[in-house]
Structures are given as structure tokens and as C-alpha cells.
């Protein structure tokens, strides 16, 4: 009975001891505690179900100022300017709308002051006389006061809901952004020649873009400070920026049929716009190393002058007849058209060297 009790005993002890053993010890355990769900569980309605998230829009930059150079558009101006409003309203950025009247003689400037009137956010510049759409776009540069520009033209065949694509592409790390009016209605005269114009400035020029005068474009305004645009250049803006170090792209864009009046621009620009790229290629690539290119012409014309001349001369020394061969002209001519290259080559090496300024440099960062 005893070994019975004991081991009765000892049965009730394992199971006090088994007893114990489930029970925990630790005061400071987790199942005295509480279940509570963590932080991230209770919001879990938040960050599993973004559609009920606000929606933030992008803000491409802080002020936007688009600058439109016109000159007789007296029948555009309000449309153009209610487009503008609708456009630019989703982009909730505050902007400014500046017209440059470039001595228009009907009502664009009675028009453009009663849209000033009405809305604080557009401002305009007229001049006493029409001095071309380069001017325009300079005094309008040095007026905005945004951290990008937009340019456009006032006949309304350029789609103001375009600008919002070009902000996008310009956002990603470009410096100026060239509209491309890819399906254009305009005549055909007028088509194919600007497709050859194009094709000219595009292999010229290195930039590769299909539409160099497009007038919708957007710039950085870094970009348009350091432009200086005069004369007719307007369409090679693309070059001047690519030729600074700026990087340059394009978009496509949609582009209308003119709705009033006419162009202002006849076939003639196409035969001024080659004369303005030469005066473009020089100004970018060799205004600072005019000996590069007056240097080349120079010694291709003189080497050429000389190798005419020593073949004509062997053929004095072996007996031949030089009164009959007009090649001797020839030879002395390319000679001295090949010092003549070399000497304005020299005077303008001396002009740059004396003009050099540490203005000419565009500075990207200091530390």
C-alpha cells in the first residue's frame, strides 16, 4: 500500500510538475499580455487600398510664361486666349501669357489690352513698328519672369493642350523641347519645302529633329537667357542651344488649318533661311576659331593652286606650250584665293583674341 501511495504520490507530483510545467513562470510573458494588432494593421485599409489615397498631381515647374510674338491676328487673340486658360487651368501652376505686338496695324493691340484687362495674368508689349519675329521673342525672353518659357504663334494653328506634353518632356532632363507638326495643313508648296529645309539644317547641324521652325516650343530659362536672337534667326533656335551644350529634343505635336487672315511668311524665307544658316553654322561652331574655317578653304584652294601649276610648269620644262592653256589662270587665281582665306583667317584669330571674355562661357556648377 505504501509502494502504491508512493507511487500514487509520485504520479500526482509528475502531474503538479507537468502542471507546472505548462503553466508559464515568466510574469512578464507574452500571454499575460493583451493581443493587440500592430500599427500598420490597423491601417492596413490605408496602404492596401491606394485608390482611396488622394491623388497628387505632377508639377512639371513653379511659374510657366509663354511668350507670343504676332503681328496683324486681330480675329485670334480672344479664342487664343480662352484656349490658353483651358490648357493651362490642369496644370495648376501659376503662369503669365505675354504678347508682343510687333507693330501690328488692325486691332490686335485694342483686343490684346481688353484681354489684359480682364485677366491680370496677361501682359503685353507693342512696338512703334514691325521689326520681325526674332525681335519679338527677345524682348519677350528678357520680360517673363518663369522658370520655363513657352513660345507659340497667334494664328491658333498651334494646339495650346500640347503644352502639357512638352512640360512632361522637357521634365525629363531636357533643356528645350521642339514641337514636331508631324501632319501639317498648310499647302503643299509650303510642305515640301519646309521638308527639305529641315532636311539641309538636320545634316548640318548634327540635331536630330524634323521641324527646326515649329513655333511651339518650350526652354528652360537659362536657355533663353544666354540666346541672343536678332535679324531672322528665330528658326534656328534649336541650333543655338545645341551648340551650347544644352540638350534638345522634340515632341509631336497636333497642328490646325489657319483659321483667319493669311501668312505673314511667303516662299522667300526658305531662301533667306539657308543664307541664315551659314551666318548660324559660323556663329556656333568658329566664332571663337575663325582659322579653322577660313583656314581649311585656304589651304585646300592654295595646295590645289599649286599642284595645277607644278603640273603646267613640267610641262614647260619638257618643251610643252603654256600660251594655249588656260589652267595657268586657273592655278593662279586658287593661289591667291588661298592666301586671301589664310589672311581674313589671321585678322579674325586677332579680333577673337583681343574680344575673348570669360562672359562667352556658359558655367554649368561651382564647388
Known amino acids: 500500500m505504501q509502494d502504491k501511495r508512493e507511487s500514487g504520490q509520485n504520479f500526482n507530483n509528475d502531474a503538479d510538475v507537468k502542471v507546472e510545467e505548462n503553466q508559464p513562470n515568466d510574469k512578464n510573458s507574452n500571454q499575460f499580455r493583451p493581443q493587440r494588432r500592430p500599427y500598420y494593421n490597423r491601417r492596413r485599409k490605408y496602404y492596401h487600398k491606394p485608390d482611396q489615397r488622394p491623388i497628387q498631381k505632377e508639377k512639371f515647374f513653379n511659374k510657366i ?12 487673340i480672344i479664342p487664343l486666349a480662352n484656349e490658353l486658360r483651358k490648357a493651362l487651368r490642369p496644370l495648376e501652376t501659376s503662369y503669365e501669357i505675354i504678347f508682343v505686338d510687333d507693330g501690328s496695324t488692325d486691332k490686335s493691340l ?3 489690352k481688353e484681354v489684359c484687362r480682364t485677366d491680370k495674368r496677361f501682359k503685353f508689349i507693342s512696338f512703334k513698328k514691325n521689326y520681325g519675329k526674332s525681335a519679338a521673342l527677345q524682348v519677350g525672353f528678357k520680360q517673363a519672369t518663369g522658370d520655363v518659357v513657352v513660345t507659340m504663334d497667334a494664328d491658333l494653328q498651334d494646339d495650346p ?13 531636357y533643356d528645350l523641347v521642339s514641337g514636331w507638326k508631324k501632319i501639317r495643313h498648310d499647302p503643299i508648296i509650303k510642305r515640301y519645302s519646309s521638308r527639305f529645309f529641315n532636311l539641309v539644317t538636320r545634316l548640318i547641324s548634327g540635331i536630330k529633329i524634323h521641324d527646326f ?16 536672337v536678332y535679324g531672322e534667326l528665330h528658326r534656328y533656335l534649336p541650333v543655338f542651344a545645341f551648340w551650347q551644350g544644352y540638350k534638345v529634343s522634340e515632341v509631336i505635336v ?9 501668312s505673314k511668311f511667303g516662299i522667300s524665307r526658305f531662301f533667306k533661311g539657308f543664307i541664315d544658316l551659314i551666318t548660324v553654322i559660323f556663329t556656333t561652331r568658329y566664332i571663337q576659331r575663325p582659322m579653322h574655317l577660313f583656314g581649311f578653304f585656304g589651304a585646300f584652294s592654295f595646295f590645289l593652286g599649286i599642284i595645277v601649276n607644278g603640273y603646267l610648269t613640267y610641262l ?15 592655278g593662279i587665281l586658287l593661289i591667291i584665293v588661298g592666301v586671301q ?11 577673337v583674341h583681343n574680344a575673348r571674355s ?10
Open 65 to 76: 510664361s509663354v511668350v507670343i510674338p504676332l503681328f496683324d491676328e486681330e480675329e485670334s
Open 110 to 112: 485694342q483686343n490684346i
Open 161 to 173: 493642350s500640347e503644352i502639357s506634353n512638352l512640360l512632361a518632356k522637357l521634365n525629363e532632363g
Open 213 to 228: 521652325n515649329c513655333g511651339l516650343k518650350v526652354y528652360r530659362k537659362e536657355v533663353v537667357e544666354n540666346i541672343k
Open 254 to 262: 497636333k497642328h490646325h488649318s489657319r483659321r483667319y487672315g493669311k
Open 316 to 330: 614647260w620644262v619638257t618643251g610643252g606650250y603654256l600660251s594655249n592653256r588656260p589652267m595657268l589662270f586657273l
Open 341 to 351: 582665306f589664310f589672311s581674313v583667317g589671321l585678322l579674325g584669330e586677332m579680333f
Open 358 to 367: 570669360e562672359k562667352e562661357y556658359i558655367i554649368k556648377e561651382k564647388g
